[in-house]
């Protein structure tokens, strides 16, 4: 298994270019599922989550082809309807096959994703949306089964705000026969990325960013060329990280439109942060200041965000209050920082961080993605060495995470 050696203490600088979002490429690419002509994708990170979601797309039948920095999608000859749990339990995104493939295909079978560290994470939305919307649902053996002979526009009121939930249905709408309008929508950058990918290819859609999303079924979508976003979530990592070094650095590629609350908690904890068209620069010369948040649907503070401001917080003056709504089960990261001598008390979906003077290295282990990037954090700033274990969590959803570090300035290296 493969571990990171990181040499605490050295101040991140230098500029860094952001990657294409996880988030917003993986829908997108199963998007690719709903049209039998190409769907050319630039910007898409090169991660394990991306091959994952390839090699399901391939073992569907879809034809790709790399290009420098994306790929090529064509769904021409689709001839398995199926997303296998070997699949779905490494990466729970690939559930956003599901509404492509029944409302282009009239089926599909899908397994259902079952526990992850952070939490059950259920699926029951996905599944009620598309029931709404007429499809005939069966769970067997631990798969969905979805059949419907054409999907039926629907007026959909989420219980809950789910991001995948919305991009789903938003998907599913797109060939269904009528308007569908879901409410209670998730309000993400990412379903917008979504939105104007499918726009591109022909999809009639209105309100995507709002909470209620507008899809006029059409009978066919078409080919487009389509570059995906920034990844807001591994511009936060970097800038946080050099916030906690006390480092000054800049991102490239990037978009502070669309991280207002995370630039705003930044600043709160002290550092200097200035905006020029793309590029984003972050300047800490002094201890940081612990930062009190909640976690909530965007646009409020993303729960993706949580476990690196932890690692902040740990380090900073003062104590900080954090409180998790998303997932019940996202304060992995505390034991781990423990053992580094931080001083966190957690009490239901609370944590409260005392920041203290130093970290010091250890042992540690990766238990999820954010998590990873926390860890990661704290070993940056802890005196000696820290090796974080179980780094395929952070291998699944960032692109070149040590390379771009060290590019900075950290001491980094990957032991195999
Ligand atoms: C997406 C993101 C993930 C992020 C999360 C919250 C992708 C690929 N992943 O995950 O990085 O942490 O949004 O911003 O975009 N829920 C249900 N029933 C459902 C669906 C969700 O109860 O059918 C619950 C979940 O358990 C959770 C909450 O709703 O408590 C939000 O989850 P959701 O927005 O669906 O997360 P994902 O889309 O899986």
Do not use: W
């Amino acid at each position: 298994m493969q571990k990171l050696a990181i040499q605490g203490g050295a101040k991140l600088h230098g500029e860094v270019r952001i990657s294409g979002a996880k988030n917003a490429a993986l829908p997108i690419m199963c998007a690719a599922l709903l049209s039998a002509d190409e769907l050319h994708l630039s910007n898409l990170p090169d991660m394990h989550d991306v091959a994952t979601m390839e090699k399901l797309l391939q073992q569907m039948g879809v034809k790709i082809s790399a290009v420098a920095q994306g790929a090529t999608f064509n769904a021409a000859n689709v001839d398995k309807l199926e997303a296998p749990y070997e699949m779905v339990k490494t990466m729970r995104a690939a559930i956003l096959v599901l509404g492509p493939l029944l409302t282009r295909f009239g089926e599909a079978r899908v397994s259902l994703p079952g526990g992850c560290a952070i939490g059950s994470r259920p699926v029951d939305l996905h599944i009620k949306g598309l029931q709404a919307m007429g499809a005939q649902i069966h769970i067997e053996h631990g798969y969905i089964h979805a059949t419907a002979k054409r999907l039926q526009g629907a007026r959909i009121c989420f219980d809950l705000v789910s991001v995948t939930g919305t991009e789903n249905l938003m998907m599913a709408a797109t060939l269904a026969d009528g308007v569908t309008i879901l409410e209670n929508a998730a309000r993400e950058p990412e379903v917008v990325d979504l939105a104007n990918c499918l726009l591109a290819m022909g999809a009639k859609i209105t309100g995507a960013g709002t909470d209620t999303i507008t899809i006029e079924g059409v009978r066919n979508l078409h080919g487009a060329a389509h570059r995906v976003m920034p990844d807001r979530i591994e511009s936060g990592t970097f800038l946080v990280a050099a916030a906690a070094t006390g480092g000054k650095i800049t991102l490239t590629e990037a978009r502070a439109d669309i991280m207002e609350n995370v630039l705003d908690k930044l600043r709160e904890a002290g550092a200097h942060i200035t905006v020029d068209g793309s590029r984003i620069t972050l300047e800490m010369t002094a201890r940081p200041t612990a930062v009190s948040l909640r976690t909530a649907p965007y646009p409020a503070f993303p729960t993706d965000m949580q476990a690196q401001f932890m690692a902040l917080n740990t380090i900073a003056e003062g104590s900080a209050v954090m409180v998790e709504t998303i997932f019940e089960n996202r304060f992995m990261h505390v034991q781990e920082l423990r053992r580094l001598g931080a001083q966190i008390e957690v009490e239901g979906n609370t944590a409260i961080v005392t920041g203290c003077a130093q970290l010091e290295g250890a042992t540690i282990m990766a238990t999820d993605l954010r998590a990873s990037a926390c860890l990661v954090i704290a070993g940056l700033v802890a005196q000696g060495e820290t090796i974080v274990d179980r780094i395929y969590h952070l291998d699944r959803g960032y692109e070149h995470i040590e390379a771009k570090l060290s590019a900075l300035g950290a001491q980094i290296r990957r032991i195999k």
